[in-house]
């Protein structure tokens, strides 16, 4: 069944103990919405610049950026550097010179609207540009400038601002807000990463979020065995869009003065963004932008399919849909695919016939529900709807037909969409 588009809601708020109402998802995508907590319009100046001041920049003029009007749509290429030089313990990540793009992100802003869109693009996306062949991330070894050319080449896209984020730097900020939520349908790992999950909701520090984002080896354990799953570019790319939207609909913002220097010190050393990127526009940004929540925030990975060629293993774009994507996004209009959605419901909270319960009801409402079964775990307070990153609007969708739980980012078992794992605020009787 290929479910129809859902309209954007708030998300209803559970029961104490659960906190959700302090969730943004933007600040130099991690502070500059959260300062409006300061209240005063002195003090926010005061924390705008401090972010301006705490993190490194490029010269605008280096990167060929298109200028923006205030208040208007604008696109920020995040890059993911895979630079080891703040990197202590090699073990798990192994040395390379120099620096490629990791992780490639367009993130579009809507003020206006108060929504956000991420499309990512898979580092291996073979690309013609400046007359040679070859993947998209090579070209960040040019510069800075060059990858944001190519990209605004292969895409047609236009590009406002910049942001880098070192390997270091990624677990850093993770561990400055304390961790973040990821659920697993099976026990995982990758030997070359460092990655070793058990199954279940997970609280991972920087060093296994780092893993798990940076995995090209990834397995489950399936029935007593150790099973390849999406052990390749495409699966990373997943991986990496569901680590980046747990930060961004996680993290906390900063209560105090000193909470928000300790986020700071966590980003200074490894956060660069272009000289535009000024105080005054974080202001903007951050009033504009100081409602949003994880139902506003829309993410997609380009259509892709792996291709060799002359030995040299590339993904290259799925058509029509790769462009269709592409222009989706050009408009600010919903990136769909479409595809059939398939929910499973697990028992989390060990109350018999409680699965059972929700997936009748999920099926009433007009849901696939494919199977129910036991979690791995019977404490689950608050039901737990859990979606990777291209469904969590669908996760959305199932929540606000429930009228209860939460979207959590994580991995779904194969051939399925949306996981529920019901918790004890699912009502009984």
């Known amino acids: 069944m290929t479910m129809p588009s859902y309209p954007r809601v708030s998300p209803p708020v559970p029961p104490a ?79 390379a010179g120099g620096q490629r793009s990791d992780v490639l992100i367009l993130m579009q802003v809507l003020p206006e609207a108060g929504r956000m869109q991420l499309l990512s693009i898979p580092r291996d996306l073979r ?30 896209l236009p590009i406002h601002h910049y942001l880098e984020v070192e390997f270091s730097g990624f677990a850093g900020i993770i561990d400055a807000i304390g961790g973040i939520r990821l659920t697993f349908p099976y026990p995982a790992r990758d030997l070359s990463s460092g990655l070793e999950v058990g199954a279940g909701t997970q609280v991972l520090d920087g060093f296994t979020a780092l893993s798990y984002a940076r995995s090209r080896k990834y397995q489950e354990l399936r029935d007593g065995e150790w099973v390849s799953v999406d052990a390749n570019d495409i699966g990373r790319t997943r991986r990496q869009q569901d680590v980046l939207l747990a930060i961004l609909t996680q993290v906390d913002r900063p209560t105090s003065i000193s909470g928000f220097q300790n986020l700071l010190d966590a980003l200074g050393g490894f956060v660069s963004v272009d000289s535009a990127f000024d105080a005054e526009e974080i202001v903007q940004l951050a009033w504009s932008m100081r409602g949003i929540s994880g139902s506003d925030v829309e993410s997609m990975t380009l259509p892709v399919q792996i291709f060799e060629e002359n030995g040299t ?8 849909d790769a462009s269709n994507v592409i222009d989706a996004f050009a408009n600010g209009d919903p990136m769909t695919v479409d595809r059939d959605s398939r929910i499973q419901v697990q028992n989390g909270n060990g109350i018999p016939g409680s699965a059972s319960a929700v997936a009748e009801a999920l099926s009433g409402a007009g849901f696939e529900v494919v199977g129910t079964l036991d979690s791995v775990r019977s404490d689950y307070q608050v039901t737990e709807v859990v979606a990777g990153a291209a469904n969590l609007a669908l996760a959305q969708a199932v929540v606000d037909a429930l009228g209860y739980g939460e979207v959590i980012v994580g991995r779904t078992p194969a051939g399925v969409e949306v996981v529920v794992i019901v918790g004890a605020d699912a009502p009984t009787g």
């Open 127 to 156: 690309i013609e540009y400046g007359g040679q062949v070859g993947r998209i991330n090579a070209r960040f070894a040019n510069g800075a400038g060059d990858l944001v050319g190519a990209l605004t080449d292969e895409t047609g």
């Open 313 to 320: 293993s590339y993904v290259v774009r799925i058509e029509p």
């Open 17 to 95: 103990p659960v906190k959700r109402g302090g969730k943004r998802a933007i600040v130099i995508f991690l502070v500059a919405a959260n300062i409006v907590v300061f209240g005063a319009i002195g003090v926010v100046w005061w924390a705008a610049n401090q972010v301006s001041s705490s993190v490194s920049t490029i010269p605008s003029t280096d990167l060929s950026l298109d200028a923006v009007d205030p208040g208007e749509p604008r696109t920020f290429l995040l890059v993911g550097s895979d630079s080891r030089e703040n990197l202590e313990d090699l073990t798990n990540f192994g040395y």
